[in-house]
């Protein structure tokens, strides 16, 4: 094990639902795990709130939540920023949402969600929407997780990103 963190950077476009949601349950599950993994968010045109309901979501599911802020992605491609080594997009393409596009050569892989923010139902519609991506979320980084990311290329780990994609 090289003292070498894998960085994730989840984009998608206004970083307020579900790439914190995905933030925090990578994060969160690296950290139970044991993992060197470091899950970073961040949208291309970001609404400067994170969604209440994210956060009561990953509340909910014991997630530390305390310095969670809706950011721009320029913050990442700063020359002091941290290394990418994988970009995730979980904007939903399903609905012709703009996916942000990263510059560069990190693994990119597109996982979707649909925005549980339009949730029908009111507020306790919407509840339910958050836990269930979050629980689909969680599920992914579970599997991401379990890969020996130290030793694969990043050939071999685009290939197994696709994989759990299709999960």
Avoid at 37 to 45: D, F, I, P, T
Avoid at 60 to 71: H, I, L, P, W
Avoid at 90 to 101: F, G, I, L, T
Wanted: one cysteine or more; charged letters at 20%; a negative charge.
């Amino acid at each position: 094990m090289g003292g070498k963190t894998t960085n994730v950077l989840i984009l998608c476009t206004h970083n307020s639902a579900r790439s914190v949601l995905s933030e925090g349950m990578l994060n969160h599950l690296a950290q139970q795990l044991g993992r060197d993994v470091r899950a970073y968010s961040a949208g291309s045109a970001p609404s400067g709130r994170i969604n209440p309901f994210a956060i009561e979501a990953l509340q909910n599911a014991g997630v530390e939540t305390a310095g969670f802020r809706s950011k721009s992605w320029d913050e990442f491609v700063a020359d002091d920023a941290p290394r990418m080594r994988v970009v995730i997009t979980v904007c939903d393409s399903a609905a012709a949402e703009q996916c942000p596009y990263w510059p560069g050569s990190p693994v990119k892989v597109h996982w979707g969600y649909a925005d549980p923010s339009n949730a029908q139902g009111g507020d306790d519609g919407k509840r339910v929407a958050f836990e269930l991506t979050r629980q689909a979320i969680g599920y992914r980084m579970l599997q991401l997780l379990q890969l020996p990311l130290e030793e694969m290329s990043d050939a071999e780990l685009q290939v197994a990103l696709q994989r759990i994609a299709r999960s």
